[in-house]
């Protein structure tokens, strides 16, 4: 687990302010602060909606406006966020996602494991469940069938086209 008393709280310019506020228009609020104000199970609740969306909306059920600012900074220190928008009783914060996981050398190759739910060939009974392992270049059916993954097609024109020209 990453210490986050390290992690500095992410600052953000005007222009970038801007765009976050229009990518946080259509969003819902994820967590809301009722009448027992900031709890550590309401940080929890912010920390967890940052790790998974980034962005997002808090809805403060209070109605004095400064002590939804000071749950805006206490959010956005305890969380390591930058404070977006306050605007009425919704609070948006964003935090830099984690960066991805490194690819490892075979992850094209790697065994996935599928689920295939069939219905029973005799009316009323359960479906059929059933875990199939895929493996390299497989593909599973709509039926549930395993088959190899077909070929891409590609153009006589395009294969001219790739094919480096000799001088004859």
């Given at each position: 687990?990453?210490?986050n008393?390290?992690?500095p709280?992410?600052?953000?310019?005007?222009?970038?302010?801007?765009?976050?506020?229009?990518?946080?228009?259509?969003?819902?609020?994820?967590?809301?602060i009722?009448?027992?104000?900031l709890?550590?199970?309401?940080?929890?609740?912010?920390?967890?909606?940052?790790?998974?969306?980034?962005?997002?909306?808090?809805?403060a059920?209070?109605?004095?406006?400064?002590?939804?600012?000071?749950?805006?900074?206490?959010?956005?220190?305890?969380?390591?966020?930058?404070?977006?928008?306050?605007?009425?009783?919704?609070?948006?914060?964003?935090?830099p996602?984690?960066?991805?996981?490194?690819?490892?050398?075979?992850?094209?190759?790697a065994?996935?494991e599928?689920?295939?739910?069939?219905?029973?060939?005799?009316?009323?009974?359960?479906?059929?469940?059933?875990?199939?392992?895929?493996?390299?270049?497989?593909?599973?059916?709509?039926?549930?069938?395993?088959?190899?993954?077909?070929?891409?097609?590609?153009s006589?024109?395009?294969?001219?086209?790739?094919?480096?020209?000799?001088?004859?």
């Open positions: 687990m990453l210490d008393s390290l992690m709280s992410p600052t953000l310019t005007p222009t970038q302010r801007r765009s976050l506020r229009a990518q946080a228009h259509h969003l819902e609020p994820v967590v809301a009722g009448q027992g104000g709890s550590p199970a309401i940080q929890a609740e912010v920390e967890a909606a940052l790790a998974a969306h980034a962005l997002i909306k808090v809805k059920g209070s109605d004095d406006r400064n002590q939804r600012a000071q749950w805006l900074e206490a959010l956005c220190q305890s969380c390591h966020a930058a404070a977006v928008q306050h605007i009425g009783k919704l609070l948006v914060l964003w935090r996602p984690p960066p991805p996981p490194e690819a490892t050398p075979n992850q094209g190759r065994v996935r599928v689920k295939v739910v069939r219905n029973s060939g005799r009316g009323g009974q359960r479906p059929e469940v059933r875990r199939v392992k895929l493996v390299g270049n497989q593909r599973l059916t709509a039926s549930g069938q395993v088959k190899r993954r077909k070929t891409r097609q590609v006589n024109k395009k294969v001219q086209l790739q094919k480096p020209s000799g001088s004859s």
